[in-house]
């Protein structure tokens, strides 16, 4: 999975050559008890997943014109399908939702969402995968603030001096995994967990 998240960053790197990018990859919220007065508030924090305790934190860093994350909140599906076999053997044909984050600055115009939306491939080729398909209907969720406190929580928002456009793109993914191909993570490592605490590794 890992891999089909840094050749969505790989994408975004060659089409957005122009803009300060800062690509976080593969991401989970982590959760910060914060103890008040008369209650305890739950603070969440995006962190790098890299297979490594070298984790970093989420953040928008104004040195940046575009920064993006990506989280699997849910679940991976996984059914037999005769139509993607090869010879005789079934494939698994999986199914994933990822939740594309992009952050930019708000002097890049609104349109800029659309121009990656657009560009954006049905197809992508990634190396242990016999296919990696996206579908072909995207869906944006460009309610910032909603974005903004789900994402990074209960800090400072004011719409009109925030100078960040922040946008949530639902990728549904279809992919088949060539027979015998191990992903750089092993099964049972946390980073291959779902934010539900599934593991993202199916036996082949």
Known sequence: MTEIIESIDD???????????KLFGFCELAHRKNKGDNSISDQPI????????????????DRYQLIT?????????????NEWSFGFKESR?????LRWVIAHKVELGENLIYSLVDAFPE????NGFTLVFTNPIIEIDY????I?????????????????????INLNIEFIVCEGYKSQFSCCNESLLAETGECLVTDQ
Not at 69 to 81: A, D, K, M, T
Not at 143 to 146: A, K, M, P
């Open 93 to 97: 044909f999986q199914t994933v939702s």
């Open 46 to 61: 995006p962190m790098t997943i890299n297979g490594t305790s070298d984790r970093k934190q989420v953040s928008l860093d």
């Open 148 to 168: 903004y406190r789900t994402e990074l929580g209960e800090t400072v928002y004011e719409k009109h001096r925030f100078n960040w456009n922040l946008y949530v």
């Open 123 to 126: 197809k992508l080729s990634v």
């Open 69 to 81: 994350w990506v989280r699997i909140p849910g679940r991976i599906s996984v059914v037999e399908n």
């Open 11 to 21: 994408w975004t790197n060659t089409n957005f050559p122009d803009l300060e990018r």
């Open 143 to 146: 309610d910032h603030e909603n």
